[in-house]
């Protein structure tokens, strides 16, 4: 279920008008190109309607529609399209992303940001070199509710097209993702409700405190990604763990540290499945920054009792 975000940033030059309209139609051909790998499931998202759609300073998409034989044809295949706007349309209910930035270039790209945090496509007409590539790196700035930080500055990566060409890079993971919907299996999923009411059945080596609930459901929506695979993984290793020759337990398949005596002391204190109270010091990271998940692994049971998911705590 591919959503593809138009970068706006991409739209901003004052190039030719044939120059304009040749990119237009790269570009539209591409946004079609991936419709008809999972037609039912493509979104392209805007900052408003395609009407509306300025390609340049003073080109308005109107400029583009019958500027050359088939251009009618490729607009009328693009008005089939789920088109969606504004923005916030497509974002989970409450979210606003209000709290992270992205930057390309130097620039602001809001868009891309979303490609990014929605686990989309970026689409850019190709007016300018730095927007012909299949993939690009952002600055990604996020704020914290830490006061000597502020905010987090990491680089991520985001999909992207801009012509027909960087579409073939990215037919495996189009497709794979078409099939995973009708199979509705784990990476279909895109909310922290929906992986929550999976749970159960996805990871049977997993249990959660009663609290963890709530820290699913209301997981952002750039975190969901990244904590279903730490689910998955930590799931698989307890079914891959041999007791009598990995004595220190399951290989988690990402680094796992226990917290400082003091960190321990004054935040890893939690109430049990059992109602007793015990230390969850052990803990992944999500992502580079503060995402975390405090565990137990009870080698008995063959289970792990998961405490926390969110932000580093204390923070």
């Known amino acids: 279920m591919p959503q593809l975000f138009l970068n ?6 004052t190039a030719d008008p044939d120059r304009v309209n040749r990119a237009t139609t790269e570009m539209v051909k591409a946004v079609i190109a991936v419709a008809k790998e999972d037609r039912q499931g493509t979104e392209l998202v805007m900052r408003d309607t395609l009407m509306a ?4 300073q003073g080109h308005p998409i109107s400029k583009w529609i019958g500027s050359t034989p088939g251009t009618r044809d490729l607009w009328k295949l693009l008005l089939r399209m789920q088109t969606k706007w504004p923005h916030k349309n497509v974002f989970p209910e409450g979210e606003t992303f209000s709290d992270v930035g992205h930057r390309h270039d130097g620039e602001p790209v809001p868009e891309l940001g ?6 989309g496509i970026g689409i850019s007409l190709p007016l300018e070199a730095r927007w012909k590539a299949d993939r690009l790196t952002l600055v990604q700035e996020q704020l914290v509710d830490d006061e000597d930080t502020g905010s987090v500055l990491t680089e991520v990566e985001v999909r992207h097209i801009a012509d027909t060409e960087h579409v073939a890079s990215h037919l495996p993971w189009i497709r794979e993702k078409a099939k995973a919907t009708l199979r509705g299996d784990l990476t279909a999923i895109r909310t922290g409700t929906e992986l929550w009411e999976r749970c159960a059945d996805l990871f049977p080596h997993l249990r ?3 609290h963890v609930e709530a820290q699913l459901r209301d997981l952002k929506q750039y975190w969901v990604h990244p904590v279903r695979k730490r689910l998955a993984e930590m799931d698989r290793a307890v079914l891959l763990w041999d007791a009598a020759t990995q004595l220190d337990g399951p290989q988690w398949g990402s680094i796992v540290t226990p917290e400082r005596p003091g960190r ?4 890893c204190l939690f109430t049990d499945l059992d109602g007793k109270s015990r230390y969850f010091d052990t803990h992944l990271r999500f992502t580079p920054d503060e995402g975390r998940l405090h565990f137990r692994f009870l080698k008995e049971t063959r289970r792990v009792h998961i405490a926390h998911i969110g932000r580093k705590l204390g923070i």
Do not use: G, P, V, W
């Not at 706006?8 to 030059?13: G, H």
């Not at 759609?53 to 340049?56: D, N, S, T, V, W």
């Not at 979303?114 to 686990?119: E, G, I, K, P, V």
């Open 53 to 56: 759609l300025q390609l340049a």
């Open 208 to 210: 959660f405190l009663s």
């Open 264 to 267: 321990k002391r004054d935040h």
């Open 8 to 13: 706006e940033k991409s739209c901003e030059t």
């Open 114 to 119: 979303f490609a990014h945090l929605m686990d």
